[in-house]
């Protein structure tokens, strides 16, 4: 386990005349400072070494008396770490996809969209019209429907059966 107090950048030494001084160091400078600043300085000091400390440590799943919730086992259920190092991530083999895509889906899916659109060129210029329409223009079957003074039914109906249609190729 480290020695935590040599980490601390702030300490209070005993003179031999029973007086303190009290030492912060500040950019591997060490500065004397008055026992007041020493104090507030110390205080976010442990502070942050609590809140560090509580961020590292294993934690319980508690219910709302702060009693710890256990599994059908009777184990106390733990919580995640808050905080997991490069290495923990490394060692337990974890991989992280990329935000881009692989080449292989990029391909994949430049193929699936061309055989889309081959799929739609062989259908009749009504049928296309429809789903050009609804798909591509964004207008809504009610609006189609009342561009073609037909009711909204029927495009459903007719949408459909060109969606089975694109489905069979």
Same mark, same amino acid.
């Given at each position: ?9 702030? @300490? ?12 912060? #160091?500040?950019?591997?400078?060490? &500065? ?26 294993? @934690?319980?799943? %508690? ?6 919730? @256990? ?12 905080? &997991? ?11 992280? %996809? ?15 969209? %061309? ?24 207008? #809504?079957? @009610? ?27």
């Amino acid at each position: 386990m480290k020695n935590w107090k040599k980490d601390r950048n702030f @300490r209070k030494l005993k003179n031999d005349d029973g007086t303190s001084t009290y030492i912060i #160091t500040v950019d591997s400078v060490d &500065v004397e400072v008055s026992a007041e600043i020493y104090k507030e300085y110390a205080k976010i000091g442990y502070k942050m070494e609590k809140m560090e400390f509580s961020i590292k440590c294993e @934690r319980f799943l %508690q219910d709302a008396n702060g009693k710890a919730v @256990r599994d059908e086992n009777g184990i106390p259920v733990m919580l995640p770490e808050r905080e &997991v190092s490069l290495d923990k991530l490394i060692k337990e083999d974890w991989d992280y %996809q990329s935000l881009e895509p692989l080449p292989e889906d990029v391909v994949l899916d430049g193929l699936e969209i %061309q055989k889309l659109h081959n799929c739609l060129d062989l259908l009749c210029y009504d049928e296309r019209a429809l789903i050009d329409a609804l798909f591509f223009d964004g207008l #809504t079957e @009610r609006e189609y429907a009342d561009k073609l003074g037909l009711s909204k039914t029927a495009i459903h109906a007719r949408k459909n059966k060109i969606l089975k249609k694109l489905k069979s190729f």
